[in-house]
């Protein structure tokens, strides 16, 4: 247990007190309103080290630890720091991933370079784009830049002893929650170069996604010679060598100690995944003897402002508003990693993208952010997904080190396909190749990984209850997670509908939309909860349905029935079929009460990744949006852009059995919701489940902007925005223009009337065509009645069209 508040410092060290609220100069540094800290304690698991620019394969920060509290990031708020390393995720969960390539600064000689090294912190860390530092209670301050392949450490060791450098090739992230998830150290070496660098590679395995070996090449040189260098190998805590200078290699620990006899010392360090010729390239290229550690924030800046922090502009919005906007940008563009040129499985000439952790959170809303941000990329990126279905025979659901893991649900990588697809995303994309893609995962099972966790069928890629879905058109419970799969299986036929449809193959595009519509087949109208009948429920081979009560979970994981929420949840999940759903449930008003009943029921969780869609589902009720906008703003109000703040209970190693209690499970999800999003608390009471929320920063991002994406289809359902204008760039020239009069944010935030492109406008939602293929502008009048405005055409339900629903 930690004790309450175990978060103690205050990390807004690059904001000015006073801040410009207009924000409109073409020449603004948006990174002032960047808190590279948001998000990064309390569950957030963001990265708040050096990311310089979006989609940098090398994230430079501190690795943390404090007992046995798994450090995703690396950073932890508290604790011991025991090395600075190139690589990491950001924003996930799981289990921690990468930690590697590490230096770790130490005063005087060091006499056993495998002891603990760690050190305290005599100050907070402080952080900005392009820039990371900590003090030491050594003495030691380290600062930090970066490049896409590259990095900067500079040293300040306190004058009079001298100041050491180990570099242990060993040092990976480690994971204390005994799920069989933790990273393995499996070999390396090392070694000295006669121009005094050194170079070698480290390989490991595991994570979260069950990864085999996997090997990163590193060179580092140093801006001075040591006066004394050496290699060591050793197991555990002893030393088997150290003081050759010789190479080593071996399964052993090994790296190498470098002493130096001055207090100011710079670390330049390259690495690859190709080679460790490669690693020193890519340093040459990127960072040389003379490049300053300004230069570098410099250059991370500029990039982050020109490529993503630019794209939306607003004005009159509080300081703490404009700060949460920018800093959940930077949370959205540090993965997935552009390793164009960096891919050791195979040559191509197409993109490379990794680090996609994962589409089961973020195939909801924030590729469609993604697309519309960075449309460039976007467009790489949907690219190398279909290059990795070319060379490794499936797409991702998930992918790190080089390798498809695991599946949380379905095949999303259809959803996010079929998104770009219907929103005329071409480019260099070979759409007959990405409809083979989508239809590799809709017709050929995977081969099973035999995953502990749910050993009936294939969690690495593809959809592994397929068999029952192709044999029953549902799926029975000889698969874990039937019915979550069922209701996703049937999201992603939607999508292979949407592209069969688009390129003309007829008989595909009805064959998936009547497979799309399979979620149907899970409902149970007998069952009833709270006043409400008909939930999806898992169902035997024989076609009996199985009873359950739909607030219980069962365990909620990989298990049971149901993944991470329960049957009142995924009952609200066919978002391609919505008015199928609204007849299942009743009325429009039973419909309404069912989306109010997650609130009274207290199992909202606006942080879990089966609930973001749910609470905008009541513009599909004419007269109901002002519902939307109620429920939007008490999401809202869970975001801010700190790190910090409500203290809260840590125990960490959770066990299993805990969360088999419902109750705890419900405190575990308001805890998350609160912590993920605020940043408050810590959320290592119920860690059992994974928590990935990088993708929530997106789903602020659409609370700002006011609107929300359907994943799969063109539509966006219209939420009330947070600012009075707010410019959203779509390249070409053409932008979005959002603006609001007449109430404000916090009292006065509902939607009176709306013009769209300058008519008015009595629709709940907008299409992809009204505003963004060209532009648009969208001006709304707000204020503190529930005006029944949006009594127009009710947004698409496309695969409702037909009668025998
Ligand atoms: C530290 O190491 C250097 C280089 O090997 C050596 O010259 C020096 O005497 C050592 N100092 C101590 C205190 O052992
Ligand atoms: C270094 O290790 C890699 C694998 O980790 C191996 O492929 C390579 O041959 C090794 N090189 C040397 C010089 O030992
Ligand atoms: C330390 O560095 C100075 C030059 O800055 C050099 O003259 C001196 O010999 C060095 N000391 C050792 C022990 O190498
Ligand atoms: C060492 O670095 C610190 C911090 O960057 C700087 O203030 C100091 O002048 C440097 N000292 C030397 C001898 O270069
Ligand atoms: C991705 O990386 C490649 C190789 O470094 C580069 O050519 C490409 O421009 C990058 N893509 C983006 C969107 O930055």
């Known amino acids: 247990m930690f004790p309450r508040g175990s978060s103690t410092s205050l990390h807004l060290v690059c904001f000015t007190t006073t801040m410009q609220t207009v924000l409109a100069a073409a020449e603004v540094d948006f990174t002032q309103y960047v808190n590279v800290f948001m998000g990064s304690t309390g569950g957030g698991n963001r990265f708040p080290g050096v990311t310089a620019s979006p989609f940098a394969m090398a994230k430079l920060g501190p690795d943390v630890q404090s007992g046995s509290t798994d450090a995703y990031s690396g950073y932890l708020a508290s604790g011991n720091v025991w090395g600075f390393s190139m690589t990491h995720e950001s924003g996930t969960g799981g289990a921690p991933k990468y930690g590697v390539v590490s230096q770790m600064p130490t005063v005087g000689n060091v006499s056993n370079p495998l002891a603990d090294l760690s050190q305290g912190r005599a100050a907070a860390d402080e952080g900005q784009i392009g820039y990371y530092k ?48 933790e990273q393995h150290y499996t070999t390396g070496n090392f070694s000295f170069s006669s121009d005094g660098h050194y170079e070698g590679s480290g ?37 088997s060598s150290y003081d050759k200078t010789a190479a080593v290699s071996g399964t052993e620990r090994l790296g190498g100690v470098f002493t130096f006899n001055k207090s100011n010392l710079t670390s330049r360090v ?43 502009q607003v004005e009159g919005g509080s300081d703490e508003d404009t700060q949460l906007l920018y800093s959940s940008l930077l949370g959205m563009f540090m993965i997935p990693s552009n390793k164009t040129g960096e891919n050791p499985g195979w040559t191509s000439s197409e993109p490379y993208y990794d680090d996609i952790f994962t589409f089961w959170d973020t195939h909801r809303c924030h590729t469609a952010l993604f697309h519309i941000l960075e449309p460039v990329a976007y467009e790489e990126f949907i690219r190398s997904l ?84 192709l044999k029953y058109g549902y799926i029975t419970s000889s698969f874990k997670r039937a019915v979550s799969r069922a209701v996703e299986y ?122 973001f869609t749910t609470p905008y589902l009541y513009n599909f009720v004419q007269g109901a949006q002002w519902r939307t906008v109620e429920r939007s703003r008490g999401i809202g109000k869970l975001y801010n ?84 204008s707010l410019s959203i760039s779509l390249g070409n020239g053409k932008s979005l223009k959002i603006t609001t009069t007449g109430g404000n944010k916090d009292t006065a935030f509902y939607v009176q009337s709306l013009k ?11 299409s992809w065509y009204d505003v963004f293929a060209n532009g648009g502008r969208m001006d709304f009048v707000l204020g503190s009645s529930r005006v029944d405005w949006a009594t127009g055409e009710l947004p698409p339900s496309p695969a409702s069209g037909d009668t025998d629903g």
């Open 641 to 724: 852009s700190g790190s910090t703040g409500l203290p809260g209970n840590s125990d960490a190693g959770a066990m299993e059995a805990n969360i088999l209690l419902y109750q705890l499970y419900q405190l575990y999800h308001l805890c998350r919701a609160v912590s993920r999003l605020d940043g408050h608390g810590a959320d290592t009471t119920f860690s059992y489940f994974q928590t990935q929320p990088w993708d929530t920063a997106n789903l602020a991002q659409w609370q700002m902007i006011g609107l929300y994406p359907m994943t799969g289809q063109t539509t966006f359902l219209i939420l009330s925005p947070w600012f009075p």
């Open 270 to 312: 390259g690495i690859s995944f190709i080679s460790s010729a490669k690693a020193c390239r890519n340093l040459e290229n990127e960072i040389q003897s003379k490049t300053t550690l300004d230069s570098l924030m410099a250059k991370a800046k500029s990039a982050w402002n020109s490529q993503i922090l630019s794209k939306i």
């Open 134 to 181: 900590t003090v030491l209670n050594s003495g030691v301050t380290v600062e930090l830049s970066a490049t896409d392949h590259a990095g900067l450490y500079q040293y300040t060791f306190p004058s009079g002893s001298p100041s050491t450098i180990v570099v242990d090739v060993s040092h990976v992230l480690p994971s204390f929650r005994g799920l069989g998830w």
């Open 386 to 469: 279909i290059d990795i279905w070319r060379h490794d025979g499936f797409m991702p659901d998930a992918r790190s080190s080089n390798f498809n893991g695991r599946v949380q649900g379905g095949s999303n990588a259809d959803n996010v396909l079929a998104d770009a697809y219907v929103k005329g995303v071409r480019g260099a994309i070979n759409w007959d190749d990405g409809f083979s893609a989508m239809q590799t995962d809709a017709e050929k099972t995977p081969p099973n990984n035999h995953d502990p966790k749910s050993p009936e069928a294939s969690t690495k890629e593809g959809r592994g209850a397929l068999p029952d879905w």
């Open 203 to 239: 390989t490991y395995n595991n994570g979260w996604n069950l990864s085999p070996d996997w090997t990163l090449y590193f060179c580092g040189k140093f801006d001075q010679k040591p006066i004394s260098s050496k290699t060591f190998k050793g197991t555990g805590t002893t030393l």
């Open 490 to 611: 049937s999201t992603n036929d939607f999508g292979v509908y949407q592209v069969a449809k688009g390129l003309g193959r007829v008989d595909d595009e009805a064959k998936y939309l009547k497979r799309s519509r399979n979620w149907r087949n899970h409902w149970n109208p007998a069952v009833s909860s709270t006043g409400h009948s008909g939930f999806m429920v898992p169902r035997r081979a024989d076609g009996t349905f199985v009873s359950q009560d739909p607030l219980s979970c069962g365990g909620c994981y990989w298990g049971d029935a149901y993944y991470e929420d329960n049957a009142w949840v995924y009952s609200l999940n066919a978002i391609h079929d919505v008015y199928t759903m609204k007849r299942y449930i009743g009325d429009d008003a039973k419909f309404v009460d069912r989306i109010d009943k997650l609130w009274e029921l207290n199992i909202f969780n606006a942080g879990n990744e089966p609930s």
């Open 756 to 766: 769209v492109n300058g008519e008015p406008w009595d629709k709940a939602w907008v």
